[in-house]
């Protein structure tokens, strides 16, 4: 079978009704009815702010950080310097901002938020991506994201380089060690996924080679090799012989996925991708 079995992704560029919304949610978290401290300028004040970055990342999340100015006055206006996907370096000017000063202030600890997390992902996802060029492998998120920013994550992660598993729970079915317990065997619980959810992509994990036979005779397309050295994953490769795609996933790290994609595994997933992410420090200053 091809060993290019669709991974579920999201559409790039990002839904501008759905960045919207979730702007509106973040602004009503840290406005609600109103910012009191920018209340003590001139309502008519005109400014102009330089956003910075004080270290070397990838950008990400522009289209975010624009709407948070948007909605709060559709005048700001916005002048870019790099763009998503980006390599920035300390110092570099990312854009021009001008508007109203209580605006600008209102909008910017909101905007930085989303523009700091954003490209912190996408600078993780970089390194990881770039830690396995030149080899045949994609490297995949995980559903461990920061809660609430699930769908801004995943996009960081494809600008970042890397590449989406499943969004959620509803778009994909990934078998794990409690499923099977449940389902009573690993061919019970492939007969009900493929029987249940016909055309949903289906994969399923295993904890021994052992396991993977079972889960390869019952006609598994995607098998997630839970904890496997090296040696065993090499196994599992050959074993398969191309009739799955195989998946590595558990504790896996800058310095240990290069050695695990050399095995010939096709999907490696990298929960730190999202969960440990670190923000990009970045700069507004008004000049």
């Known amino acids: 079978m091809s060993r290019t079995s669709a991974?579920?992704?999201l559409s790039i560029p990002f839904d501008p009704a759905l960045i919207e919304s979730q702007v509106r949610a973040a602004l009503d978290e840290d406005v609600g009815s109103g910012d009191l401290t920018a209340s003590l300028l001139p309502a008519d004040q005109e400014a102009r702010a330089e956003l910075v970055t004080r270290e070397s990342a990838v950008l990400c999340g522009t289209a975010w950080f624009e709407t948070v100015f948007r909605l709060l006055d559709p005048a700001v206006q916005i002048h870019w310097e790099a763009s998503d996907g980006q390599g920035i370096e300390p110092g570099q000017r990312l854009c021009v901002i001008e508007g109203r000063s209580h605006v600008l202030l209102t909008?910017?600890?909101t905007a930085m938020n989303y523009l700091q997390t954003l490209s912190g992902t996408a600078t993780l996802a970089r390194r990881y991506a770039d830690a396995v060029a030149g080899l045949p492998v994609r490297v995949l998120d995980t559903r461990?994201?920061?809660?609430?920013?699930?769908?801004?994550?995943?996009y960081?992660?494809?600008?970042?380089?890397?590449?989406?598993?499943r969004l959620g729970l509803f778009d994909a079915i990934l078998i794990k060690e409690n499923?099977?317990?449940?389902?009573?065997?690993?061919?019970?619980a492939l007969e009900a996924a493929r029987t249940l959810h016909p055309g949903v992509p289906v994969e399923i994990e295993v904890e021994s080679l052992e396991e993977l036979e079972i889960a390869l005779d019952a006609g598994a397309s995607?098998?997630?090799?839970?904890?496997?050295?090296?040696d065993d994953l090499r196994r599992a490769v050959a074993v398969t012989s191309g009739r799955a795609q195989l998946e590595a996933s558990g504790g896996i790290s800058l310095d240990t996925i290069r050695a695990i994609a050399e095995t010939g595994v096709d999907r490696i997933s990298v929960g730190a991708l999202?969960?440990?992410?670190?923000a990009v420090?970045?700069?507004?200053?008004?000049?």
Not at 144 to 154: A, D, I, V
Not at 179 to 188: R, Y
Not at 281 to 287: G, K, V
Request: hydrophobic share 40%; proline share 5%.
């Open 7 to 9: 991974v579920p992704q």
């Open 107 to 109: 909008a910017e600890r």
């Open 144 to 154: 461990k994201t920061l809660p609430g920013l699930r769908l801004q994550q995943k």
């Open 156 to 165: 960081a992660v494809r600008c970042g380089g890397c590449h989406n598993h």
């Open 179 to 188: 499923h099977i317990l449940a389902a009573g065997s690993i061919p019970a």
């Open 222 to 230: 995607i098998v997630l090799l839970d904890n496997f050295a090296l």
């Open 274 to 278: 999202t969960k440990d992410v670190r």
């Open 281 to 287: 420090d970045l700069s507004m200053r008004f000049s």
